[in-house]
């Protein structure tokens, strides 16, 4: 063998332990999955009052034509659609169409349950404040209750987007 085939081995045989040593590198770890995004895609009525705070009816005829917002501060995000005469025996399920996100996880929002009345204004029937911080740090995963006393029951179905 001439020195010069013998070079050439000894050459090739580095490129090509250069190359596997490269292959062996090992890959970029993946990176944690993190939470980027939580939308709102309903919102259960569970239990409302039966009476105002004067223990009067909501409705004198029949029952309360309830409807749900939901705001962060003076911002209102959502605002469903009525279910009209509701009973106490019956969970309303309010669908969410359009895009509502919890933008701040830190951030505190509102629930309000309205009535609406026969003028077209609306009886504010009760509220409650939540931060989706508070849901995620406990692993509630899609479905966050909120609860006020037996009064006030609701359920807010939330889809978890990660990245
Ligand atoms: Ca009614």
């Known amino acids: ?27 970029e770890e993946e990176e944690e999955e993190t939470l980027s995004e939580v939308r709102l895609n309903s919102v259960f009525i569970e239990h409302f009052e039966e009476t105002d705070e004067n223990d009067q009816p909501w409705d004198v005829n029949d029952g309360p034509d309830l409807w749900v917002q939901v705001a962060r501060q003076t911002t209102v995000l959502w605002e469903s659609e009525v279910h ?16 509502v996100e919890f933008e701040n996880f830190d951030e505190e929002y509102t629930l309000r349950l309205f009535d609406l009345d026969e003028d077209g204004e609306s009886t504010l029937m009760n509220n409650a404040h ?8 406990t692993g509630s995963g899609s479905e966050w209750y909120i609860s006020k006393g037996f009064g006030f029951q609701c359920e807010l179905f939330v889809e978890l987007v990660y990245e």
């Open 1 to 27: 063998m001439s020195i010069h085939l013998i070079i050439v081995c000894l050459l090739s045989l580095l490129m090509v332990s250069f190359s596997s040593c490269k292959k062996d590198e090992p890959e």
């Open 84 to 99: 009209e005469n509701a009973n106490q025996s019956t969970i309303y399920d309010f669908h969410v169409d359009s895009n």
């Open 130 to 137: 939540f931060s989706p911080s508070q849901y995620i740090s």
